[in-house]
């Protein structure tokens, strides 16, 4: 992935969004020859996995040269899911360990999709890089995409974000901080506070955004927050919990539920 002050990541034109754009629409669709056709004018490929992990059978939208060329990101979609749940990783290689966190979150939770960026979020000095924050970016357009279409389903759209943080430079911190749209209706707010007594109870430290604590850390600016008729959840991780996620990724699925009205 183009790293940080690199200026690798190619920044996508209106063309290259509606494209994406129409991509995603063939493949939820089941279109893959179309989606396929589109995708190659930009060197992306499209391909049917079974995963080892889990094993059921997926899409992978993928840049298809090595080293990546535009930095657009990796897209999974999962053929059979069990729930209207996206994963998403928007700075890979900054915040260590987020796309196998990330991974695995898709994994138990039998999710509908993963995201994962695909440059460092200061691969550019103009910001355009960082996909929480630069409006104009193919994972936007991906996010977008997957919410909107989700709308139909059964059950919210639910977005959990993977992020990480540094403890050294967030002294005192919980191990866990976990950002939400407080206004947000009863139920979702209880899936949070469900969360939140799940990780307490395998020994993890967590902190709710509540408006007055941990607000750097809070997400409130990210743009891939907005879930309409759904809700997201920023997940900031301290180090120690990205390098084992063993007992975070139990806990967590234990306290999801599908049926979020």
Known sequence: MPRADSNGYVIPDANNLVAFSEVIQAMEAGDLTSASEIAAAYRYRIFQYIDRGDHNAMDLLLEEKSPIQRGWGLFVFRMEHANNLIVEAPHPVSDQNTPRVALDLYRALDARALLVAGAHRDANNDGSADVSHSPGSIFLIVHNALVNNAQSAPGAVVVF????????????????????????????????????????????????????????????????????????IHLELNEAVRADDTVFIQALTQAFDSTIP
């Open 161 to 232: 974000q993977v992020h990480g943080f540094d403890s050294s430079k967030h002294p005192r911190y919980p191990d866990i901080v976990i950002g939400y749209n407080r206004n947000a209706p009863e139920p979702m707010i209880a899936q949070v506070i469900a969360i939140k007594d799940a990780l307490t109870a395998i020994g993890l430290s967590v902190g709710l955004c509540d408006g007055k604590s941990w607000e750097d850390l809070c997400g409130t600016k990210d743009i891939l927050a907005s879930v309409p008729n759904g809700f997201a």
